[in-house]
């Protein structure tokens, strides 16, 4: 079981930058993949950003690609997801996940296997 805690959330101007972090339980974590999900009200959670056990690949929706950038610290379990030049359209609830599988393809694809609670993003205009 993995164990994961969001922070960094809060409300920001637009144009303006966020760093979250995702803090996860167990001695596995250096083997997960890991990833950022985000959701409105009345939409389906979608997929943000992913990053392999290693880091060494990412990958990013098209809708965050030049402007967040994910990255792993796999000596303190945490991973970040920096966020600049934030728009309103930015505004959601933000999940921190974690794959058994370190390849985040699946992530990508089918979904991670853990959730963390959430943190809320806002921007306003």
């Known amino acids: 079981q993995v164990q994961l805690g969001e922070s960094g959330g809060g409300l920001v101007q637009a144009g303006g930058s966020l760093r979250l972090s995702c803090a996860a339980s167990?001695?596995?974590?250096?083997?997960?993949?890991m990833g950022w999900f985000r959701q409105t009200p009345g939409k389906e959670r979608e997929f943000v950003s992913a990053i392999s056990w290693s880091g060494s690949t990412t990958y990013y929706a098209d809708s965050v690609k030049g402007r967040f950038t994910i990255s792993r610290d796999n000596a303190k379990n945490t991973v970040h997801l920096q966020m600049n030049s934030l728009k309103p359209e930015d505004t959601a609830v933000y999940y921190c996940?974690?794959?058994?599988?370190?390849?985040?393809?699946?992530?990508?694809?089918?979904?991670?296997?853990?959730w963390g609670q959430g943190t809320q993003v806002t921007v306003s205009s």
């Open positions: 996940t974690a794959d058994t599988d370190g390849d985040p393809v699946r992530t990508v694809v089918t979904g991670p296997e853990y």
């Open positions: 167990g001695r596995s974590f250096s083997s997960y993949a």
